[in-house]
């Protein structure tokens, strides 16, 4: 990636309103179709969101190792950043194919919503 198309802090920005705006949707769908179809770009294993994350944590890793001559400190970042890319793929892995699992309830399920929900004996 060359500079020019580098994203600057007020270029992430956007990302992260889109993730609130990606949240909201999801709390609106009415039925587990609408879920899966939100899901799919997401939880796909080898090219969603959830990936391209963990992925992120992972290039961090590797650039906090040439950071690390200069300052040991590097090396307590580059330990959390592997911790977070390796849990970060547990869950990629564990949600692939969750979109796929909500395409499996009948057609005629709909979302009750929050108000009109039956209160649980629990």
């Known amino acids: 990636m060359t500079q020019s198309q580098d994203l600057t802090p007020g270029g992430i920005e956007p990302l992260t309103a889109e993730l609130l ?3 909201r949707q999801l709390d609106r769908a009415e039925r587990p179709e609408d879920l899966a179809n939100i899901l799919t770009p997401i939880v ?37 950043c592997c911790d977070a890319y390796s849990e970060l793929a547990t869950h990629r892995d564990r949600f692939n194919g969750l979109d796929e699992q909500f395409r499996t309830f009948s057609p005629d399920v709909t979302r009750i919503p929050r108000g009109q929900r039956p209160v649980r004996p629990w």
């Open 44 to 80: 796909d294993r080898s090219h969603g969101a959830l990936h391209l994350i963990a992925q992120i944590f992972d290039v961090i890793a590797t650039t906090c190792a040439d950071f690390a001559l200069q300052d040991p400190y590097a090396n307590d970042l580059q330990d959390l």
């Open 21 to 23: 705006r990606l949240c």
